[in-house]
């Protein structure tokens, strides 16, 4: 057996072998918005952001989708925010899932000072059911990271080594009762795969496997994205060394993640974005003031969604 064999096999015993992916469901143009709903609640992170309602998103023009075309998901970047804060956009899933491969092709994403973006799955009664970020980031961040919120017992800090491209950031115990929330991450070592970068690469794919051997995750910039990836029958087990690895096992038990629903949504300032506005984005005041009367500095803080496609 060559190395390449060796490495291929690894690769593939890693992140379980699946025979083939059954498509569930395009989200695309004029269909988009048939597989989500929209959220009006406060923001459970805090920030400085008004969630509206379909109507209020159509309306106000923060929505947009046609038949053939792209999907439009952006926030108000006209008016001086007020009461819960700048208005914005965010979407849940009508179905929930155990195991998939999600997959999402866009050409832009929300980027700038204040933001805090992310396209991502939580379960029931969280954290204990789980939270999986495919895509988040805060401010001007560049690199994307995959990251993983549990309850108590999933600390990757135990795990036997794993397979990825990626970087590891902070701790790997993913209790999000501990260490501010921070979960475990692992970070792209792509600099185009989150924010103003990636736009200006003309966007890519964003690939998530979740099985029973783990959670696993992809991303290639426009034009060099796997062609079966950008079909409909896509066969993970050819794409190599994902950037993101969380194989399960003793340490992190499969029962961790339950019953997810698939999320997009763009805060302001918050938790997250807020705490690290000052060191991010120096000489720009209070993070939540900057969004409050900055509303020009959002016209690039939207979604451009190409579509996305869930399998079994």
């Not at 379909?54 to 007020?82: E, F, L, M, P």
């Not at 980031?137 to 794993?162: I, K, M, W």
């Amino acid at each position: 057996m060559s190395f390449q064999q060796v490495l291929t096999f690894v690769f593939v015993s890693q992140i379980g072998l699946i025979q083939s992916w059954n498509l569930l469901y395009e989200a695309s143009g004029s269909n988009f918005f048939n597989y989500f709903y929209f959220v009006t609640y406060n923001d459970p992170t805090h920030g400085y952001v008004n969630y509206v309602d379909y109507q209020t998103a159509v309306s106000n023009g923060y929505i947009n989708s046609s038949c053939n075309g792209d999907v439009y998901i952006g926030c108000d970047h006209k008016n001086v925010a007020s009461g819960r804060g700048r208005d914005s956009i965010r979407i849940e899933s009508t179905q929930e899932f155990s195991y998939g491969l999600f997959v999402l092709y866009l050409s832009h994403m929300p980027t700038g000072c204040g933001t805090w973006p992310a396209f991502w799955t939580y379960g029931p009664n969280w954290p204990y059911e789980g939270e999986v970020d495919i895509i988040e980031g805060v401010n001007e961040q560049t690199y994307d990271h995959t990251t993983l919120h549990t309850g108590p017992g999933c600390d990757f800090n135990s795990a036997p080594p794993r397979n990825f491209s990626g970087n590891i950031v902070g701790s790997q115990d993913c209790n999000s009762l501990i260490n501010d929330n921070s979960g475990c991450s692992i970070s792209s070592s792509n600099p185009n795969s989150y924010g103003y970068n990636l736009n200006a690469a003309g966007g890519g794919l964003y690939a998530l496997q979740w099985t029973s051997s783990g959670i696993f995750s992809w991303f290639w910039n426009e034009g060099r994205i796997p062609s079966d990836a950008l079909g409909n029958s896509p066969n993970p087990n050819s794409w190599g060394e994902p950037y993101a690895s969380f194989p399960f096992g003793s340490y992190c038990p499969e029962s961790n993640f339950k019953s997810q629903k698939i999320t997009f949504d763009l805060t302001f300032c918050g938790d997250w974005a807020g705490s690290v506005f000052s060191s991010q984005c120096p000489g720009k005041g209070s993070c939540n003031d900057y969004v409050k009367y900055n509303p020009q500095a959002f016209q690039e803080a939207y979604w451009n969604i190409h579509w996305m496609k869930v399998f079994n």
